[in-house]
């Protein structure tokens, strides 16, 4: 997984007039090919009586990433392949953008199309701003408690987060999120701390 990726800060719509045509980009922050389609199909009911509705996404998970662009009717590659290159241009992952263009009666050509629909695209991505995410690991640390101290001490000598500690008869079991970067560092440390007394396992990732 990448130690950082880039997402739209926020969800915006912008407006921008090419000759007669008035094109409007939406662009979306989305965790899933379901929620991009969904919102594709809230724009395009938005604007039903628009001439296209073109549409680009790009979505990221642990496994894969996936790239999907729709001309909806506009010569073939004049349109969608313009957004979702302005999408992975700005390295851009879990985004969705739609471009909707209301028709005013003068033929742009393909050059003409290709700039209109990827410099609204870029319009929509510059009101949108850029988010940086950080990957982290979710990491579960279990030990006795003759070495909590030297456990909490490393946890925070990483800088790793306590989110949850729990309390058994002979065991402490500590979860934490700490950069990736300091794992095996830590994960070394503790083992060599505690005479290899220590359980320390990676049992999430995410970005935050």
């Known amino acids: 997984m990448d130690l950082k990726i880039y997402i739209p800060k926020n969800n915006v719509e912008v407006k921008n007039k090419v000759k007669d045509s008035i094109f409007y980009g939406n662009i979306k922050n989305v965790e899933s090919i379901n929620e991009a389609k969904n919102f594709i199909s809230k724009i395009k009911d938005k604007y039903h009586d628009a001439t296209h509705n073109v549409s680009s996404y790009v979505i990221k998970d642990k496994k894969e990433s996936i790239d999907y662009y729709d001309d909806d009717g506009e ?27 209301y ?39 279990v030990g006795n408690y003759d070495n909590i101290g030297t ?12 989110k949850e500690t729990k309390y058994y008869d002979n065991s402490i079991e500590l979860f934490f999120y700490l950069d990736p970067k300091q794992f095996d560092q830590i994960k070394e440390k503790l083992i060599e701390a505690t005479g290899n007394k220590v359980e320390i396992t990676v049992i999430n990732k995410f970005y935050l």
Not at 77 to 96: A, C, D, F, H, R
Not at 113 to 133: D, F, P, S
Not at 151 to 162: D, R, T
């Open 151 to 162: 456990i909490f001490g490393q946890i925070e000598a990483y800088k790793g987060n306590i």
């Open 75 to 101: 010569p073939s590659k004049s349109s969608g392949p313009p957004i979702l290159e302005m999408i992975k241009g700005n390295n851009l992952v879990n985004t969705v953008i739609v471009v909707t263009r």
């Open 103 to 141: 028709f005013g009666g003068t033929q742009l050509g393909i050059g003409g199309l290709i700039r209109a629909y990827g410099n609204t695209a870029k319009k929509a991505i510059e009101n949108a701003q850029i988010k940086t995410l950080s990957l982290y690991y979710h990491i579960k640390a």
